[in-house]
């Protein structure tokens, strides 16, 4: 009985992901909104739509900890940013955007290439161009 409950939950957490989502898209193509909400929003949205995760899903425990720690935190932080009732208005234009499921656009993954990169980059420098 517990895990029917656990399992409605995720389910209720996963579709109100997918419409917060949905609503800051909505929300980032408008004018009306601080510069620091957009740059929230883009890398929100980025690292939500990226096939490409900070941690990979593979690692045991920890590829699944990031996705439900970090993608939450930052539509958090997003929703902190943005003016109710702008999120409001948006939220009720949003109810139909996922209904043909998760877009796969792969230059959402830049964001996390680049990261990527810089620590392979620090870790060769720290590794071969230490001359201590």
């Not at 999120?87 to 499921?101: L, N, P, S, V």
Request: hydrophobic share 50%; net charge positive; charged share 25%.
């Amino acid at each position: 009985m517990a895990e029917n409950k656990l399992l409605e939950r995720i389910k209720t957490e996963a579709k109100e992901l997918k419409y917060n989502l949905s609503a800051l898209h909505l929300v980032y193509k408008r004018k009306d909104v601080s510069i620091a909400a957009r740059i929230i929003i883009i890398i929100t949205i980025g690292y939500a739509l990226s096939p490409i995760d900070l941690i990979p899903d593979f690692i045991p425990i920890l590829g699944y900890l990031d996705d439900l720690i970090i993608l939450p935190l930052l539509i958090y932080i997003s929703l902190k940013l943005i003016p109710k009732e702008i999120m409001e208005g948006c939220r009720e234009q949003a109810k139909d955007i996922w209904k043909d499921g998760k877009p796969k656009k792969w230059y959402y993954a830049i964001p996390i290439i680049i990261i990527y990169v810089l620590i392979i980059f620090i870790i060769v420098k720290i590794m071969f161009f230490n001359n201590d």
